[in-house]
């Protein structure tokens, strides 16, 4: 009988994950514009391991020992510091919500890469004929952008640095963290994040906080649904199914947040980036066939 609610929770979770990880980049450009990228992140974080506190508190798991903390720091030094920091210096640069999801888009080409190397997982040839073709699929939704020219050069290299960080993150997470407790090793990680967020917003900005009633939406949206939903399904994910698989979810985030943000900024999408999203939804289908 558990292994119905088990298959349903493993059928629905990329989908969930996608969608979840998506409205990331929507949070942050609501939230930006009353808060200073580093300070908005760390605000975030403060709250998140307050959350945590309490839920290893209530549930009292094994405590981590020292190589566990040490792992579970560098891990979330890259998924939460450079992947996150990226993602919200470039949007506050102004690269629009859509065009900050690309660059992390192309992970699965890089995660696959760097798992048929060094981790041992086989990438069969049919993999990466869906994995090339998520990379077309990716470029075609997201081609038509006037608003590019209005960033910073120094916002599309937080992009790529933030490209970097979500897919060493997530193979070094696999690598040595799987077998660690989630809710202390996630508490270590955002522990380390919000200690660096906070020494970055401390050197580099005025941390001045406009509260009002949309940045309290956006912290609690990205703290709520994106710091413990969405980075826990990711891990839960990682887990469980090849690099190089859940990866390939990642080829679906763009598109999705191209969605929203047309249908919150009006971003639209014509034909080549409709045509995107159904060459995204085949590359994934391919790349995850049994």
């Given at each position: ?6 298959n349903?929770?493993?059928r ?5 994950f ?6 990331g ?9 009353y808060?200073?990228?580093?300070t ?13 506190l ?14 566990e903390?040490?792992h579970?720091?560098?891990a979330?030094s ?7 920091g990226?993602v ?15 660059i ?11 798992a048929?190397?060094?981790?041992g ?25 006037h608003?590019m ?10 992009t790529?640095?933030?490209?970097l960080?979500i897919?060493?993150g997530?193979l070094?997470?696999?690598?040595f ?25 401390l050197l580099?900005e ?15 949206w ?7 939903a ?12 090849p ?26 999408l014509?034909?080549l ?13 391919i790349?995850?066939?049994?």
């Open positions: 009988m558990s292994q119905v609610p088990d349903l929770v493993a629905l979770a990329p989908a969930t996608v969608l979840l990880w998506s409205t980049f929507i949070g942050a450009k609501y939230g930006l514009p808060a200073e990228p580093l908005f992140l760390t605000l975030r974080m403060l709250f998140v391991v307050a959350l945590f309490v839920i290893v508190a209530m549930v009292r798991p094994r405590r981590l020992t020292g190589p903390w040490a579970s720091a560098v979330g890259l998924v939460h510091v450079t992947y996150l990226g919200f210096v470039a949007i506050s640069l102004g690269v629009p919500a859509g065009i900050s999801a690309l992390p888009g192309l992970q699965p080409i890089l995660t696959a890469t760097i048929n190397r060094f981790l997982e086989r990438v069969t040839p049919l993999q990466w004929f869906g994995l090339c073709i998520g990379l077309v699929g990716v470029a075609l939704v997201l081609q038509d952008r608003v020219s209005g960033a910073s050069i120094a916002g599309w290299v937080a790529f640095v933030s490209l960080g897919t060493l997530s070094y997470h696999k690598r963290c799987s077998a660690i407790d989630w809710r202390t090793g996630n508490l270590a990680q955002y522990i380390t994040a919000g200690v660096l967020f906070g020494l970055g917003a580099f005025t941390r001045t906080v406009n509260w009002q009633p949309q940045f309290i939406l956006a912290l609690a990205t703290v709520i649904v994106m710091s413990v969405a980075v826990g399904l990711m891990y839960w994910l990682i887990r469980r199914v690099a190089t698989q859940v990866a390939s979810l990642f080829y679906l985030v763009p598109t999705v947040t191209a969605l929203m943000a047309f249908a919150l900024f009006n971003e639209r014509d034909m980036a409709i045509l995107g999203t159904v060459v995204c939804a085949v590359a994934v289908v790349v995850n066939r049994r």
